[in-house]
Antibody
């Protein structure tokens, strides 16, 4: 069955960096578009970044542009989010989510990993 | 991109029907039949309930249905059950070279 397992979250000081990972299994990872979506405590969902199946197309939310970098390793069935210059407002649960190729919805989500930015 | 507008909360009794609205603009909801809906129980990951306005993924109850008129999409849940109590989020495609946009979420209470 489809599984997405995030890791790498934790407590980091403002200005610090963190790298999130999402391990995929149960499907042909290289066929699917992937996204990172976050949810601040008690708040709604925010689409953070998106990467196409080959990695050739990448988008970022304005709130993270220039600070976050999404990447994927299809040989390792893994998705990554490098987060630099972290701010308190980046505190959230970060989910990785799968989208069928060329389609704009998320059919499977991971369980999420919590990132807390605080001094 | 501004968030889509959803009511903060809705409620209904078991067996009743409720509708959650999701209002966007002519740049997102109004221009594309690419609205999806997600159900989220406390402490859990979101689950896809409706995609492309009105399509239901395999395994999702037919009590859930979606529609769209102009810049507003809607999720209707019929025959409310206690297990439907959750937060619901809409999401719309907003054009190439941008990410999509989510609604602020609606808390459904089953009385």
């Amino acid at each position: 069955q489809v599984q997405l397992v995030e890791s790498g979250g934790g407590l980091v000081k403002p200005g610090g960096s963190l790298r999130l990972s999402c391990a995929a299994s149960g499907f042909t990872f290289s066929d699917y578009y992937m996204s990172w979506i976050r949810q601040a405590p008690g708040k709604g969902l925010e689409w953070v970044s998106y990467i196409s199946s080959s990695g050739s197309t990448i988008y970022y939310a304005d709130s993270v542009k220039g600070r976050f970098t999404i990447s994927r390793d299809n040989a390792k069935n893994s998705l990554y989010l490098q987060m630099n210059s972290l701010r308190a407002e980046d505190t959230a649960v970060y989910y990785c989510a799968r989208s069928p190729p060329g389609l704009y919805y998320f059919d499977y989500w991971g369980q999420g990993t919590l990132v807390t930015v605080s001094s | 991109q501004s968030a889509l507008t959803q009511p903060a909360s809705v409620s209904g009794s078991p067996g009743q029907s409720i509708t959650i609205s999701c209002t966007g603009t002519s740049s997102d909801v109004g221009s594309y039949n690419l609205v999806s809906w997600y159900q989220q129980h406390p402490g859990k990951a979101p689950k896809l309930m409706i995609y492309e306005v009105s399509k239901r993924p395999s395994g999702v109850s037919n009590r859930f249905s979606g529609s769209k008129s102009g810049n507003t999409a809607s999720l209707t849940i019929s025959g409310l059950q206690a297990e439907d109590e959750a937060d619901y989020y809409c999401c719309s495609y907003a054009g190439s070279s941008t990410l999509g946009v989510f609604g602020g979420g609606t808390k459904l209470t089953v009385l």
